[in-house]
């Protein structure tokens, strides 16, 4: 009996070991505001400084969704402990407050725009997103309506597509191959209209590693909202995606 229940502790340790262990993909942290507002979706700046200091010194590299699939394509290495920072929806607070943080620990990001939004209280001006990307931060669509994709024809969903990606494209001079579905939300149709249209890859809403290998239209996210337990929250959800991909939910 004695033997049996050191043999389960035992299996039960490695089990555990191999869960904490790293998973096969990068960690796509989302996030949406960063300001002292009271909706789920808005981190203070302090909080934000605190999550960006921790992934510094744990020895995270932000790496863009650009440089995830270049290095697949080419075969390269990835930094040790790679990370992707995203923002959906083009707050301007993500240039005012965010941006300065993240430089502040060696970091970037990647915005994902409503083109629609663009100049609007609130949100980015295209002066504003230029500035980001000559700063480092990589630009991509969050498509020209925030419209969910599940819930239009075919024909609105190409247009949603196609007219943010021209749009960015043609403020900011360089190819958009991402893009962060609104609401989180997918079906085959809205993967297959991407394609269509040319982009590379799509961030969806569910929880987990991103990973190229896989469907690069359903790249998994670490969402990040207000967190209730402070930096432990944002450890813990860290570690959940860690344990999803493992487990391959």
Not at 96 to 122: R, S
């Amino acid at each position: 009996m004695r033997k049996f229940l050191l043999t389960t502790v035992a299996i039960g340790l490695l089990f555990f070991l191999w869960l904490l262990a790293p998973g096969a993909g990068v960690p796509i942290l989302a996030y949406h505001q960063v300001g002292d507002l009271p909706e789920i979706y808005s981190v203070t700046a302090d909080e934000f400084d605190q999550q960006m200091q921790f992934l510094q010194t744990h020895g995270y590299t932000a790496i863009s969704l650009g440089e995830l699939f270049a290095a697949k394509k080419d075969g390269k290495q990835l930094p040790d402990n790679p990370v992707i920072i995203t923002f959906d929806d083009g707050y301007a607070d993500n240039y005012l407050a965010a941006l300065p943080i993240l430089e502040k620990h060696g970091m970037k990001g990647t915005v994902f725009v409503i083109t629609g939004q663009v100049g609007q209280p609130d949100y980015l001006t295209w002066q504003q997103i230029k500035e980001m990307q000559t700063r480092g931060t990589e630009i991509g669509s969050h498509t020209h309506s925030h419209v969910a994709l599940t819930e239009i024809g075919q024909p609105q969903l190409q247009d949603e597509l196609q007219r943010s990606k021209q749009i960015i494209e043609n403020n900011l001079g360089t190819p958009v191959k991402f893009l962060a579905y609104p609401y989180g939300q997918f079906n085959t149709q809205a993967i297959a209209a991407l394609e269509q249209a040319g982009y590379t890859g799509a961030c969806t809403g569910d929880p987990g590693l991103g990973t190229p290998t896989g469907n690069a239209y359903k790249l998994k996210r670490v969402n990040v909202p207000k967190p209730k337990y402070g930096l432990w929250e944002f450890r813990l959800r860290l570690l959940r995606a860690q344990i999803y991909a493992k487990l391959s939910l």
